[in-house]
């Protein structure tokens, strides 16, 4: 996974818990309960007890039509 910030999603294939709250106007734990509760599928969750949750883009996109949320800001 690439740690390039500027450009959202550029050259990434995939996403942060704290970019999707960002992006979607959501809290961090809003999400965090999504992935943990498989209403929102994750593509990986990195090793260790506080790992982190990464998901792709494309199914984050498809989530947040289906449950009425629409992007924050434009990409």
């Known amino acids: ?3 390039k910030r500027p450009g959202r999603n550029r050259g990434r294939d995939l996403i942060t818990t704290a970019e999707i709250a ?3 106007g959501l809290s961090v734990r809003t999400i965090l309960r999504a992935a943990q509760s498989g ?3 994750y593509a990986q969750k990195l090793p260790g007890l506080r790992g982190a949750y990464v998901f792709d ?3 984050v996109a498809l989530w947040a039509r ?3 949320r629409l992007l924050k800001a434009a990409s």
């Open 1 to 3: 996974m690439s740690t």
């Open 22 to 24: 960002r992006d979607y």
């Open 39 to 41: 209403e929102l599928p």
């Open 57 to 59: 883009p494309g199914t």
């Open 66 to 68: 289906q449950n009425g």
